[in-house]
């Protein structure tokens, strides 16, 4: 089988910060394929679980701030998806 025949290599790193979730996909080249990022307040895309500011502080105790974990995942589906669209819209 010809190397030039298989398919391509690609590995996806992910960064969470309280404010957003980013994905970049990058080839075995290094090169970037496909870039995404969602912000948790973001209405148009996280409809079900949107967080203004990323997080949300605790009404009895004001130090403890916290992001319920379902916002996480509906921000990496939508990476997911948006990411996908974008590489096979490149092709």
Known sequence: MSGENAPQRL???LDLSTQQLKGVVINEQLQT???EAIS????S????????NGF???KN?????????????EAIGKI???IIFLKT???
Request: aromatic share 8%; hydrophobic share 40%; charged share 20%.
């Open 11 to 13: 590995y996806l790193g």
């Open 33 to 35: 394929v496909a870039e």
């Open 40 to 43: 948790f307040n973001d209405q």
């Open 45 to 52: 895309l996280l409809v079900h679980h949107v967080q203004p």
């Open 56 to 58: 949300v502080v605790d």
């Open 61 to 73: 105790d004001k130090r403890c701030i916290t992001t319920p974990v379902l916002v996480f995942l």
């Open 80 to 82: 997911k998806t948006r």
């Open 89 to 91: 819209k490149s092709i």
